[in-house]
């Protein structure tokens, strides 16, 4: 069991207020992740999570128990960084050990050579070397397990660095952009990796990235940070249909959504929200049409073509440009051609001066 409740957590440096009062609920077993754009504050709350920094307001529990007292070695909680941390001069056995050693060596059981006299250590270092090699055998990191980090690729470091937590057996991984340092395709790997050790382990993994695409597909729930608020804490499909506000909207989906102000819409009063002020769809809510024959009309301007999706990027006439997905089927496109664009009045999200969603039921009110 591992629930987490965070409950009106606040923290400023110096004058700036960095965490504004953040209260989060994290399931037992749930894979979490805090999504916002840099500085909303999400390492900043991971870190009081771990207990490497205290927060100023507010309270942490953990399974119902308050641990704002608890030193970080106390928490039962492990982290693993962006830059892995890792020590350069332990090999990669040394490195998952440690926390091991720290855990179940007396100091001077630790020293280098006279501890190695002390009878207790050798059934103790023996029982450590069983649960690395465990450990290393699940991450597939048991033939490096000699080497030295530097002789390591970023995502056999990264590997260290999770083997690292995983000896602990903690109740919660903390993880901090675990994957950011990684390229693209080794990223992609990681991702499904981390995935599989959170399902195998079952327990809670509270996550942090600003990659939306890492927190779409990784998440059991994701809570948006902006500003150091959360916006919304929701399932990632949930986040992508209901977005509670054109901030969420925008952080979640590749390509961005679309988002028009409704003045520039002749025909908005057919969509019974003439009185909102911006409206939003995603590219796969608009299709092209004959120009003169579609709700905005405008030209297109760019032709991405991603082999499975074509993008087409449209200057809506006065309003801004959009992107509408198209099937790689359909008759070609290209910058210059003048285009209309319909939309799916069921999938229009429909937003308020403050940015609110408007729901169905507000919409025809207004
Ligand atoms: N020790 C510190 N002293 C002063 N300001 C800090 C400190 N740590 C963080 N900040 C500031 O607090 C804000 C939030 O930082 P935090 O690292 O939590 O953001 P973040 O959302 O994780 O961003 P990123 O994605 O860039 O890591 C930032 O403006 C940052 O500059």
Avoid at 134 to 156: E, Y
Avoid at 336 to 364: C, H, S, Y
Wanted: hydrophobic share 45%.
């Amino acid at each position: 069991m591992a629930s987490v409740n965070i409950r009106q957590i606040g923290k400023a440096y110096g004058e700036t207020a960095v965490l504004k009062g953040v209260s989060l609920d994290i399931r037992d077993g749930e894979f979490l992740t805090l999504i916002g754009p840099s500085g909303c504050g999400k390492s900043t709350l991971l870190r009081i999570l771990a207990g490497l920094e205290a927060q100023d307001s507010g309270s942490i529990e953990l399974d119902g128990e308050n641990i704002d007292a608890r030193r970080p070695s106390g928490r039962d909680v492990a982290m693993v960084f962006q830059s892995y941390a890792l020590y350069p001069h332990f090999t990669v056995f040394d490195n998952i050990a440690l926390p091991l050693r720290m855990q179940r060596l007396s100091r001077i059981q630790r020293l280098p050579v006279l501890g190695y006299l002390l009878p207790a250590r050798k059934s103790i270092e023996r029982a450590i070397a069983g649960e690395v090699n465990q450990v290393a055998k699940m991450l597939n990191i048991d033939p490096l397990l000699q080497r030295k980090p530097g002789q390591l690729s970023g995502g056999q470091r990264q590997r260290v660095a999770l083997g690292r937590a995983m000896v602990r057996h903690p109740k919660i991984f903390l993880m901090d952009e675990p994957l950011s340092n990684l390229d693209a395709k080794l990223r992609v790997q990681m991702r499904a990796e981390i995935v599989a050790l959170h399902r195998r382990l079952g327990v809670t993994f509270v996550y942090v990235t600003h990659d939306q695409a890492e927190a779409m597909t990784m998440s059991d729930r994701v809570a948006v940070m902006v500003g150091g608020d959360v916006l919304q804490i929701a399932p990632p499909e949930e986040l992508y249909r209901n977005p509670a506000e054109i901030r969420v909207a925008e952080l979640i989906g590749s390509p961005k959504i679309n988002i028009l102000a409704v003045d520039a819409m002749p025909g908005a009063a057919r969509y019974g929200f003439a009185c909102a002020h911006r409206i939003g769809f995603r590219p796969e809510s608009a299709s092209i049409v004959t120009s003169g024959t579609g709700v905005l009309e405008g030209v297109v301007s760019n032709v991405e073509n991603f082999g499975a999706d074509i993008f087409i990027h449209v200057d809506i006439n006065g309003a801004g440009r959009i992107i509408v997905r198209r099937d790689p089927h359909s008759p070609r496109l290209s910058p210059g051609n003048a285009v209309g664009i319909m939309l799916d009045p069921r999938q229009i999200l429909v937003f308020d001066t403050d940015g609110k969603r408007l729901t169905e039921k507000e919409r025809i009110a207004v």
